[in-house]
């Protein structure tokens, strides 16, 4: 398979994911979230993703994070309609109020099931980094990072558990091995 050449759409779309997102940080470390963004776009291409898939893997969080619907509608337009889509699968709400964690986890998990093979790899390579750099802060903190998240341990663990079968069910490839892995590994961490 030969790899997406990126063009200056890739680099548009880079630029406006750090416009977004250049005034957050990530919750527990604080490094910038544009690392995250960054890190989710690696996972995509290296998984053999297109450009499509690497742009709206840099604006994954956009809709819910910045702006919903108005951000929507920007991106629709800069990017076009296969990049929304692939971010719309991946997006928990995009109009306030916020519905409580479990109904938005539950929802989540209910879509995916079904998403496109382009919204699962997304969201694959999202989820894959989030559990990568919970598992990195708490071997750094321990359990006092705990206290940053809006659920419990247990309930996060059990979206991860949840997550982890739906890309079973999926899809077999290095990148659900190694979710699995470290799901595993924070999973017995819990139990210490």
Request: proline content about 4%; aromatic content about 8%.
């Amino acid at each position: 398979m030969s790899q997406p050449r990126l063009t200056e759409k890739f680099t548009t779309a880079l630029v406006y994911a750090t416009r977004l997102h250049g005034h957050q940080a990530r919750k527990v470390s604080g490094v910038p979230y544009i690392s995250h963004l960054l890190s989710v776009a690696a996972l995509v291409l290296e998984a053999g993703g297109t450009e499509e898939e690497a742009i709206a893997s840099l604006l994954h969080d956009s809709i819910e994070d910045q702006g919903g619907k108005s951000t929507r509608t920007e991106i629709m337009q800069l990017f076009g309609e296969r990049v929304v889509g692939i971010i719309d699968g991946c997006t928990e709400w995009d109009t306030p109020p916020k519905p409580p964690w479990l109904e938005r986890k539950q929802r989540y998990l209910d879509h995916l099931r079904d998403a496109s093979p382009s919204v699962r790899l997304v969201s694959l390579a999202d989820k894959l980094h989030n559990a990568r750099s919970l598992l990195a802060d708490w071997q750094k903190r321990g359990d006092i990072i705990w206290t940053e998240f809006s659920s419990s341990p247990e309930k996060t663990l059990w979206f991860y558990q949840s997550l982890l079968e739906v890309y079973q069910q999926t899809a077999s490839d290095w990148m659900t091995q190694e979710f699995e892995r470290v799901v595993k590994e924070l999973l017995r961490l819990s139990t210490l």
